[in-house]
């Protein structure tokens, strides 16, 4: 079992910055890679960026230059620095970790913080 607790939301206004944290406890042997998604009233949960194990990572095409993942999963930790923020980006940011153990699959989620840029 994986437990994934956020941490960083809150308000701020366009332009600003953020950064949200990732803490991760459990069987961590099992997690390859970790990433943060978001889900706006109204839209479905989208995949915002992505890292893996060996450190290589990953941003949606719709945060590139603006967003920054980075941590270490052997270290329990994983961060978004959001920069440039706007309007558009006010969300609940949740954390991701799929697990594969005996061909079996899972994907934990921490329970979300709340992302509010004001215009």
């Known amino acids: 079992q994986v437990q994934l607790v956020e941490s960083g939301g809150g308000l701020a206004q366009s332009g600003g910055s953020l950064r949200l944290s990732c803490a991760a406890s459990?069987?961590?042997?099992?997690?390859?890679?970790m990433g943060w998604y978001r889900q706006a009233p109204g839209n479905q949960r989208e995949l915002v960026a992505t890292?893996?194990?060996?450190?290589?990572?990953s941003v949606a095409a719709s945060v590139k230059g603006r967003f920054t993942i980075s941590g270490d999963i052997a270290k329990n930790t994983v961060y978004l620095q959001m920069n440039s923020l706007k309007p558009e980006d006010t969300a609940v940011y949740y954390c991701?970790?799929?697990?594969?153990?005996?061909?079996?699959?899972?994907?934990?989620w921490g329970q979300g913080t709340q992302v509010t840029v004001s215009s």
């Open positions: 991701n970790a799929p697990s594969s153990v005996r061909g079996w699959h899972y994907d934990y």
């Open positions: 890292i893996t194990r060996a450190g290589s990572s």
């Open positions: 459990g069987s961590l042997s099992t997690i390859n890679a």
